[in-house]
């Protein structure tokens, strides 16, 4: 891969989670007490979810300097994710997958980087 490609790689990897933070961030602040395991109405998935997201969240800002760590931040929350809602037989929030972009991105470039 020459630099060219890897700069393009680092810099769409940058906008997208920077786009994504700035769109989900309310949301998952305006779901009502994101504090996971505090409200009894939320079901144990929907606990789940608001445990791992802030990971995420952290992962798409620390990309920005340390892409392994922010691919990894990314990617490993929201598969681990994904695992427990198959192990409680609930449903799959698919817009979680969206989150891969960035986070691909980033262990792309963080691999690449070192070579």
Same mark, same amino acid.
């Given at each position: 891969?020459?630099?060219?490609?890897?700069?393009?790689?680092?810099?769409?990897?940058?906008?997208?989670?920077?786009? !994504?933070?700035?769109?989900?961030? %309310?949301?998952?602040? =305006? $779901? =009502?007490?994101?504090? %996971?395991?505090?409200? %009894?109405?939320?079901?144990?998935? *929907?606990?789940?979810?608001?445990? !791992?997201?802030?990971?995420?969240?952290?992962?798409?800002?620390?990309?920005?300097? $340390? *892409?392994?760590? #922010? #691919?990894?931040?990314?990617?490993?929350?929201?598969?681990?994710?994904?695992?427990?809602?198959?192990?409680?037989?609930?449903?799959? %929030?698919?817009?979680?997958?969206?989150? !891969?972009?960035? #986070?691909?991105?980033?262990?792309?470039?963080?691999?690449?980087?070192?070579?």
């Amino acid at each position: 891969m020459n630099i060219k490609s890897l700069i393009t790689f680092k810099w769409t990897a940058r906008i997208i989670s920077l786009v !994504f933070f700035l769109l989900i961030l %309310p949301f998952y602040f =305006g $779901y =009502g007490n994101p504090l %996971p395991f505090v409200n %009894p109405d939320y079901s144990w998935i *929907e606990n789940v979810w608001l445990l !791992f997201l802030p990971l995420s969240f952290i992962g798409l800002l620390a990309g920005w300097k $340390y *892409e392994k760590i #922010g #691919g990894y931040l990314i990617i490993l929350p929201i598969i681990l994710g994904f695992i427990l809602g198959l192990l409680a037989d609930a449903k799959f %929030p698919i817009n979680m997958f969206i989150l !891969f972009i960035p #986070g691909i991105l980033y262990l792309i470039v963080g691999y690449k980087r070192n070579k």
